[in-house]
């Protein structure tokens, strides 16, 4: 087999065990355990501690201990093992221990993976910018396929979805030990300070106002994001107890219509050096801002009838609300900062919009539709979600009045060719 298609199905494999349960999950919690919303919050807020914990231990063992594909290979299985145990699980704080165990185990192997596919192009000869692209998107396609399997064999509110990205993360943690080798490049100095083996040391940004408000920013996008993975198939899936929509496809298919969501950032991904090089980097961060209100807008006022255009469309946008700031958010980081901090300081953004801003978007959104919007067990999704767009709406004036960058097209022409 050719490295390319190794490492696609290294990348298909990477996200089909995070898409077989993530988007589901809250299925399993509020229809088949019948938890409370508060602490459902709290389970995705395990993702952003993992993201804040995990990562740079985990970059340090494999720059200076372990081969890459080698550590990512038992962060899988573990992971595997922790996730094949949460059907067992009776309790929400229980559950709550097992998937954090299971989460800090899966989110460093997000950027190991890249370290390793980066690692293996690089030694091959290949032009990493132009081939690691399309293995990538192979990694969306298998959270696709996760997310439309764990549906059609009605398994969107079952503890199956935890065996099915079980499953998959034993065999990629398997594989992973075939994969050519990625040594330690020890490329930490033995005098390097704590704070720069941590990569701590791009914390200083912090101390430049525009620095300084970019990661501020990007925490309360982070926070978004989390939203419509935690509730998107949850409200969808609801509409089942109204009887005049019980029968629909957007009930039945809750999961596929949600993944049109993922389609669509395929697709958008497509368009980003377009509107990067016509409008810079400021006015796509803040075109991905307004899509966010876009896109809890139409689930606001959509249903499974006449609003059915809303949800889909809501979908469609998710692709420029998810993908226009990541991308244009790193090539912020990317043009702005020393390049000897560079890589630490792209760790800070991820670390600031996955890490900080899914931890408290995760239980404060948990705590407020628990206290304020749930009346007698059931969920005023309604104002949930336009509550959901205020907060948008509120983050995207902020950021246009108050974040001051000039355009320079020279800075957007690598990506734009």
């Not at 690089?122 to 990493?128: F, L, P, S």
């Not at 049109?260 to 016509?278: G, N």
């Not at 807008?297 to 809303?310: I, K, Q, R, T, V």
């Not at 978007?361 to 539709?369: D, T």
Request: hydrophobic share 55%.
């Amino acid at each position: 087999m050719s490295i390319k298609f190794r490492l696609t199905a290294m990348s298909f494999l990477q996200f089909f065990v995070w898409g077989a349960w993530l988007i589901t999950v809250g299925n399993y919690w509020f229809a088949t355990k019948q938890w409370s919303g508060e602490q459902f919050g709290a389970i995705f807020s395990t993702l952003g501690l993992s993201s804040i914990i995990m990562p740079a231990i985990t970059g340090i063992i494999a720059d200076k201990w372990i081969n890459a594909e080698k550590l990512y290979g038992i962060l899988h299985i573990l992971g595997g093992v922790a996730l094949f145990y949460i059907p067992q699980v009776q309790d929400p704080t229980t559950f709550y221990w097992v998937i954090f165990a299971a989460m800090l185990c899966y989110m460093p192997t997000i950027s190991l993976s890249n370290s390793v596919a980066y690692n293996v192009l690089k030694n091959n000869q290949y032009d990493v910018i132009k081939v690691f692209p399309p293995i990538r998107v192979w990694g969306t396609v298998g959270f696709i396929a996760a997310m439309w399997l764990t549906n059609l064999t009605d398994n969107k509110a079952s503890a199956n979805m935890f065996y099915i990205a079980a499953v998959a993360a034993i065999a990629l943690g398997i594989y992973s030990f075939s994969l050519p080798k990625c040594p330690p490049q020890k490329l930490i100095s033995e005098n390097a300070t704590l704070a720069q083996k941590l990569g701590l040391d791009a914390f200083k940004l912090f101390g430049t106002y525009k620095m300084a408000l970019f990661f501020m920013f990007s925490m309360f996008l982070g926070a978004a994001l989390q939203l419509t993975n935690m509730y998107g198939d949850v409200f969808l899936s609801e509409f089942g107890k109204m009887p005049e929509y019980a029968e629909s496809i957007i009930v039945k298919k809750s999961t596929l219509i949600m993944s049109i969501s993922q389609i669509s950032e395929t697709l958008f991904i497509l368009a980003i050096p377009f509107f990067l090089k016509r409008f810079g980097i400021k006015r796509v961060m803040l075109i991905s801002m307004f899509a966010w209100v876009l896109r809890f807008g139409l689930f606001a006022y959509g249903n499974p009838a006449d609003g059915l255009w809303m949800i889909v469309l809501s979908c469609i946008v998710y692709g420029m609300a998810f993908d226009f700031f990541n991308i244009s958010g790193s090539l912020f980081v990317e043009t702005t900062t020393d390049s000897k901090i560079r890589s630490s300081a792209q760790g800070l953004f991820m670390m600031m919009s996955n890490g900080f801003g899914a931890f408290f978007g995760g239980l404060i959104s948990g705590y407020v539709i628990d206290t304020y919007f749930t009346h007698d067990g059931a969920r005023d999704w309604h104002n949930i979600w336009l509550s959901f767009a205020g907060y948008a709406l509120v983050i995207a004036v902020l950021f246009g009045l108050m974040f001051k960058h000039k355009h320079v097209p020279e800075d957007v022409a690598e990506i734009a060719h």
